[in-house]
Each structure stands twice: as structure tokens, then as C-alpha cells.
């Protein structure tokens, strides 16, 4: 009995224990479980995609979808904390307390920063497609000689480069200045035809006081933008909540903006006048310089509900050039042998450009997920180049008694004239669904373009005429041409961007195609593009990218100009024959963001190669480009671009990109350069302030940019076997707070009714370098010809005042 007593102890206790186990086990197996879900928006009740939530101190979250929306199961507890993150936002938790069945938690997270004055600078958004963020927030304290604001920040964009200050065009990756297309608020818009340089170029149509956003994408971009070669620039115009506005005043002209909204609506008035005419001063010709720009913007938006839009643009913009030339002296040669070219001229140049653009678009949201978009738009330009001028020149050798080497007179005449208008009809939409966001459209362009033009030019070397003929008087240059076109365009397109995430990182996919015909030729084109990039789950500061599409060019008027010439006299002609131009990319690129401290920076890299077919070769002759009017060359551009960007200074944003770039195509069976082809390319903007106070800030903005091909005018490209000087420049801008009143400390008097007020002072070409923008040549009567370089300008001082209301 005794010996049975233990034994039976033992069993009991293990009896008790297995029991124990068992009501936990079942406990656990059927606890409480509960859903979680809802939707996370920033402060503007849009929605977050890709923000985390998770269970704090668990394994257990998910991610929103591009709805912002999310949804999860996890066992309930006393206590539950859930934790909403997501990159460049606050981080907020909400508690819940023995949560039951489901819960809804809508929440919304803001924007974080770390502030400086007036200085914000956010987490530097990461890049999963091929259009990148443009920060424009220093422009305004930096004064430009081209009038295009915007663009002189493009052109420090990797991939980017400009070879001169008084035109706001720009080349990308071997592209000419025609292959860059520009949208405002989802639009195309369209520049002056005519321009034949930077002098007479105007206002850019991108008017800086009014843009919200800036976007743009050196190549591989989506199926939603249209029929250019090289780049997309995306512009979105401000909706303002409140009332607010700035003013100011320089050497190179005035400019006025206000605007005022709320909730529901939001209008923007903004006003340019430019004078480039102290600038054009510093030029080697002298004379007297006339151009006069002006234009006015308007943009208006209502919602009368939340399921409807309404937004008109309007611009209205008057340019004109008049040039009285006096006289030119222009030294150029090496230490060991100078020449000089003097020039006295008579007559005079007198150039209008008048263009006029307005769109209308109405958006209807049938619900969060689905929108449609009704787009009109139309766009006018009447232009006119007129000018007689005539020169008697001089071409010596400097340090010689009798060094005249040439000696001659010229005379230049031309009675252009063009109109041009553009209707555009399109309906775009948008659908999310899961994990996609799909985006289609479908567009239709009416073109009308007249043109009538009669240009020559007569050149009289030591008393014979060049070129020389004993039966008639020949001159070296003349066209003439008198055409009409009318032509449609019909596109489609539709894309779409998926995004999963896998256990080693996360795919983002764009893929789509655009559909084309153009009724001039009848021409049907199918053009597929893709974009995917890698997320690795390991370190998402890193993002692999690869880009690749086909991409047509429709020809413009320009490009459907093809010539003959009869006993000396070319005449103009369009082509009916002509083709699209077509560019098959391939990018492949990523990007590393760091931290140096608490500074955020961004490193990065892309290498690609484009093959060209069907191209239409062009000479440059300043920003002019003239076509051969017909689908003969095929040819390449391949480089590698590198940018670094992020707070050199601690509060300021900067960067700096440079590139290498081969570009060549082959024409009647021999390689050429194109003429973009510049080797080598750096840009850099810095911004910095003064230490210990917001007073001060200083910007500085610099190019250095290999030569371009250049060879004598009216040749063929093969004669171009020659090279410009390297395009080098340094822009400074020092600005000084007068006053300060972002915080509405001043209550009374006067400058209430002020945020800042601002004075700068602006250095343009700070050191002085004489870049060529192209060549005059003379031609002696021995045929022998003289390059003789035309200087851009040289350095020059601009004080300007900034208001802010």
C-alpha cells in the first residue's frame, strides 16, 4: 500500500500537467481574431500608397495598396498598438483596447521635415519610373538670361546640356531641341517656329510663378506622353488655397503673379515683360538692340463637387525683335596669330512672334478608383522675320603693316512669314484595381501651317561677286518657298503599373503602347514601351531600373521641308513621302540614397543606347534647325549619365551631373558626327546661405560642355569636320532678405501686407569666357574661307527686387 501511493502521486501530477497543456493549447487555438482595416491619407485626404502598418512588438502588417487602402487579420489582445508609417511622412500609432471582430482605423499622416528659416527640406523621394522630380524651390533667387526660368534648371539635369544663355532650348542625349516634348497640366504644348536665335527667342511658354511641379525623363518615358525622340518635360500649373502673390523687378524686365482659391476653386494671373537689351550690349556687334517680350497666363479650376473639375488656361504672349547693327569688331585666332574682323553695317531687322494658347478640361471621378478627362485645346502662332542689312568688312592679320587678308560687303535680306494653328480633342482615363493603375487615351490633332518665305544673301569680295559667274549675277544663298499643309494625327494609348512584393524585394512594372496614324502619309505606327524596377527587401535605399520602347517622331513642318535648286535659286517643298523618325531605347540605371550626419543625398546612374533609323538629318546654325526634308541616315547615341544630389549645405538642396555621349549617323554611306554630338558634358546648381541667419542666400549655376561640329553654311553634313571651342559658364546669384515676415509677426503698417522681400544681385558668365555660338565666314577671292567666331555674351551685372505677399 505503501509502495502504491507514490506511484499513484506521480501519475496524478502528469494527469494535471497534460490537462494544463491541453485547455492552453485549446485556448490558443481558439482565441479571438480580429480584421484590421482602412485607409491612410496625407493631409490633403490623398491617399499613401505603399504605407506600412503593422502590430508593434509582431510580426504581423501589411502594405496599402495604390488606394491607400489595407486590410489584415491578427489574434486580439488586451492591448493591440498599430503602427501607420511610411517614407517622408510622420509616424503615428493608435491603441486599441481588447479589439473584437473588425475595426476600421482611417488615418492620416503629414509630411515631415527638418525646418530652417524658411528652408524645408523633406526625405528625397525614391525613383521607380523614368520621370524624375525636379526641386525648383531656388530658382526665384536666381536671375536667367534666357527668360525661361524653368528650363535653366532643366539644363543641369543629367543627360542635359545647353551650349547658349539666351535660349532656353536644350539638347538631351544627342537629341536636337525639336525632340523634346513639353505638357502643362497633361497638355502639349508648342514654341514659335521661326526662331533662329537665342536673341530673338522671348519668354518660354512655362511661366515659373505659376508651377506647382516639375517632372522630366531623358528617355525610356511611358506610353501616355507622345511622338518625340528624346526627353518629356511635365509641368503642373499651381491651385492655390488662399491668396497669394509676388512681384519683381531687374535690368532684364518686370513680372507680376497672384492668386487666390479655396476648397473649391482656384485661379492664378501672372504677367512677364523681358528686355534683354543690356544684356545683348555686351555682345561684339554693336547697335541698337530692341526686343520687347511680354505675355500673360491665366489658369482657373472648380470643383462644384467632388466628383467633377473644371480647368481653363489661357496665354497671350507678344514678342518682338528690332536690331539696328552699327558696327562689329570680333578678335579671334591664337597668342601667335591674331586676326580681326571689322564690320560696319547699315539697315536694320524687325521680327514679330505673336502666339496664343488656351485649353479647356473637365474631369468627372466616378469613384475613388475611376476617372475620365475631356481635354480641348488650341494653339496659334503668327510670326514675321524682316530685315535688310547690308556690311562692309575687314578681315586683317593683327601686327602687320599690309595684313589685310579679305576685304568685301555683304548683304542679307529675308521677308519670312508663318502661320500656324493646332486643335487638339482627347479623352484620357484612369482605373486602380488591386495592384494596377491603369491609364488610356485617345487623342486627335488637326494641323494647319502657311508659309511663305524669300530669303538671299549676296556676298561682294575686292570687287567680285561670290560665287563667280561671267553670264549672271549669283548669290551664295537663295530660298525661296510658298506651302501650305493640312494634316491629322489620330493616337491611343494605354499603360498600366503593377507593383508586387516578393521575399526579395519589390517589382514595379510599367508597360503599355501607343497607337498612331498620320494622314499625310497614311502612316500607322505601333509603338511598345516597358519600364521595371527592383526594390531589394535588404536595403531599400537601392533601386534597380531598366527602360526600353520604340519611339516615333511624326514629322512637323520643318522636317517636311525638302529643297531644289535651279541655277542658283532653291526652292522649298514638302515631301509627301516623308516617314517618322524612329528611336528604339535602352536605359539601364539605378540610384543609392545615404545620409552624411542627418543630410539626405541621392547618387544616381544611368547608361543607355538609342538606335536611330529613318532619320532626318538637320544643320544647326544658332538655335535654327534646318532639315534635309527626307528619311536618309540611320545612326546611334549612346553614353552614361551620373548625378549626385542632396544638402551639400545642411537645409539647401544641390547637385551636380556629368555624362559622356557619343552620337553619330551614317549618310550616303559615310559616319558622321550629328550635329549634338559634344563628348562630354557637367552641370552643377549649388545653394547656400550665409551661417547663423536666413538673410542671406547665395546660388551658384555652371555648364561646361564639349564642343559641337560645326562646318561651313550651305554645305553638307560631311563637310562639318570641325569642332567649336567647349561651352563653358558660370552663373552667380547672391540674395538678401530685407524683410521677413513668413510667420505674420508684423501686425501694423505697411509691410504687413508682405511675407519677404528680397534683393539680388546677379553675376551672369562671372568669369568672363568668350563661348562661340556659331561661325561667320568670309570668303576671299582666292576661295579661301575665314571661320570667324560669333561671342555670346560676356560678363554681366543684374540687380533685381522680389516681393512675396
Not at 253 to 262: D, L, R
Not at 402 to 418: F, P, T, V, W
Request: hydrophobic residues 35%; contains cysteine.
Amino acid at each position: 500500500m505503501n509502495f502504491r501511493l507514490p506511484m499513484m502521486k506521480k501519475i496524478m501530477n502528469r494527469l494535471y500537467i497534460l490537462c494544463v497543456v491541453m485547455m492552453m493549447s485549446c485556448a490558443k487555438s481558439f482565441a479571438q481574431s480580429v480584421i484590421i482595416k482602412g485607409r491612410v491619407m496625407d493631409n490633403k485626404r490623398s491617399p499613401i500608397e505603399l504605407a506600412q502598418v503593422r502590430i508593434e512588438g509582431k510580426p504581423i502588417g501589411t502594405t496599402c495598396n495604390l488606394n491607400g487602402r489595407y486590410r489584415f487579420t491578427c489574434e486580439s489582445a488586451d492591448t493591440l498598438v498599430v503602427v501607420f508609417s511610411m517614407l517622408g511622412y510622420e509616424t503615428r500609432k493608435r491603441v486599441l483596447n481588447n479589439p473584437q471582430d473588425s475595426v476600421t482605423l482611417n488615418v492620416m499622416l503629414s509630411p515631415i521635415g527638418l525646418e530652417l528659416g524658411e528652408l524645408q527640406v523633406n526625405e528625397i523621394r525614391r525613383q521607380t519610373n523614368s520621370m524624375a522630380d525636379v526641386n525648383i524651390k531656388d530658382f526665384k533667387h536666381m536671375g536667367n538670361a534666357s527668360g525661361g526660368g524653368i528650363e535653366q534648371i532643366i539644363a543641369t539635369q543629367a543627360g542635359v546640356s545647353t551650349h547658349n544663355e539666351l535660349s532656353s532650348q536644350y539638347n538631351v542625349r544627342g537629341g536636337s531641341f525639336d525632340e523634346n516634348s513639353v505638357y502643362i497640366n497633361g497638355i502639349e504644348v508648342y514654341r514659335p517656329l521661326l526662331i533662329r536665335s537665342g536673341q530673338q527667342e522671348g519668354l518660354s511658354i512655362i511661366n515659373p510663378d505659376m508651377v506647382e511641379k516639375v517632372g522630366f525623363s531623358a528617355g525610356g518615358f511611358e506610353a501616355k506622353y507622345g511622338e518625340k525622340m528624346s526627353s518629356v518635360l511635365d509641368i503642373d500649373y499651381k491651385k492655390v488655397k488662399g491668396f497669394e502673390g509676388s512681384a519683381s523687378a531687374s535690368f532684364l524686365g518686370t513680372s507680376a503673379y497672384v492668386g487666390y482659391g479655396n476648397e473649391r476653386f482656384s485661379m492664378t494671373h501672372a504677367l512677364r515683360y523681358k528686355t534683354t537689351k543690356n544684356l545683348l550690349g555686351s555682345l561684339d556687334t554693336s547697335g541698337e538692340y530692341d526686343p520687347r517680350d511680354f505675355d500673360y497666363q491665366t489658369y482657373w479650376s472648380w470643383s462644384p463637387a467632388k466628383s467633377w473639375t473644371f480647368d481653363v488656361m489661357g496665354v497671350i504672349s507678344m514678342n518682338d525683335y528690332n536690331f539696328t547693327p552699327s558696327d562689329r569688331t570680333t578678335k579671334f585666332g591664337t597668342s601667335e596669330d591674331v586676326k580681326e574682323f571689322k564690320v560696319y553695317f547699315d539697315g536694320k531687322e524687325q521680327d514679330k512672334f505673336n502666339t496664343y494658347f488656351g485649353s479647356f478640361s473637365t474631369k468627372h471621378r466616378f469613384n475613388n478608383n475611376n476617372d475620365l478627362t475631356f481635354n480641348f485645346s488650341g494653339f496659334k502662332t503668327s510670326e514675321s522675320e524682316t530685315y535688310d542689312i547690308s556690311g562692309e568688312y575687314w578681315l586683317s592679320q593683327e601686327g602687320e603693316e599690309d595684313g589685310s587678308l579679305a576685304i568685301g560687303k555683304y548683304l542679307e535680306h529675308a521677308r519670312n512669314r508663318l502661320n500656324a494653328s493646332m486643335v487638339n480633342v482627347g479623352l484620357t482615363g484612369r482605373s486602380r484595381f488591386g495592384a494596377h493603375d491603369m491609364r488610356y487615351g485617345a487623342l486627335m490633332k488637326i494641323e494647319h501651317v502657311t508659309e511663305s518665305m524669300n530669303e538671299w544673301e549676296m556676298r561682294d569680295s575686292a570687287g567680285y561677286t561670290l560665287p563667280r559667274n561671267a553670264d549672271y549675277l549669283s548669290l551664295i544663298y537663295n530660298l525661296s518657298s510658298n506651302n501650305e499643309e493640312k494634316s491629322n494625327h489620330y493616337e491611343f494609348y494605354v499603360q498600366d503599373t503593377y507593383r508586387k512584393k516578393y521575399d526579395e524585394g519589390e517589382v514595379v512594372l510599367n508597360y503599355g503602347a501607343r497607337l498612331t496614324h498620320w494622314s499625310w502619309n497614311s502612316e500607322t505606327l505601333f509603338s511598345p514601351r516597358a519600364t521595371v524596377a527592383f526594390i531589394p527587401e535588404k536595403n531599400d535605399n537601392i533601386v534597380f531600373r531598366l527602360s526600353t520602347g520604340v519611339y516615333y517622331q511624326t514629322p512637323f513642318y520643318k522636317e517636311m521641308r525638302d529643297t531644289t535648286t535651279v541655277n542658283g535659286t532653291t526652292s522649298a517643298f514638302l515631301n509627301k513621302e516623308i516617314k517618322s523618325q524612329k528611336s528604339v531605347h535602352f536605359v539601364l540605371g539605378g540610384e543609392y540614397k545615404f545620409r552624411i550626419g542627418a543630410r539626405p543625398f541621392k547618387f544616381t546612374a544611368e547608361a543607355y543606347y538609342k538606335a536611330l533609323t529613318d532619320l532626318i538629318p538637320y544643320n544647326i546654325n544658332n538655335v535654327r534647325v534646318v532639315y534635309y526634308g527626307g528619311n536618309i541616315s540611320s545612326g546611334y547615341a549612346t553614353g552614361l549619365d551620373l548625378k549626385i544630389y542632396g544638402e551639400f549645405v545642411p537645409g539647401t538642396d544641390s547637385w551636380i551631373s556629368c555624362g559622356i555621349m557619343k552620337t553619330s549617323e551614317k549618310i550616303n554611306g559615310t559616319w558622321v558626327p550629328r550635329p549634338t554630338d559634344q563628348r562630354f558634358n557637367m552641370s552643377m546648381f549649388f545653394s547656400d546661405y550665409f551661417p547663423n541667419t536666413d538673410k542671406w542666400k547665395v546660388t551658384v549655376k555652371g555648364h561646361y560642355a564639349g564642343g559641337l561640329p560645326f562646318g561651313p553654311p550651305h554645305t553638307g553634313r560631311e563637310k562639318q569636320v570641325f569642332r567649336m571651342p567647349s561651352y563653358r559658364r558660370v552663373d552667380l546669384g547672391i540674395s538678401y532678405r530685407l524683410l521677413n515676415n513668413e510667420n505674420k509677426t508684423i501686425k501694423t503698417g505697411f509691410a504687413k501686407t508682405f511675407r519677404n522681400i528680397w534683393l539680388g544681385i546677379d553675376a551672369f558668365n562671372i568669369l568672363d569666357i568668350n563661348n562661340v555660338n556659331s561661325y561667320y565666314w568670309v570668303t576671299d577671292i582666292t576661295n579661301t574661307q575665314y571661320a570667324v567666331p560669333n561671342y555670346l555674351t560676356g560678363r554681366q551685372i543684374n540687380a533685381r527686387f522680389l516681393f512675396e505677399f
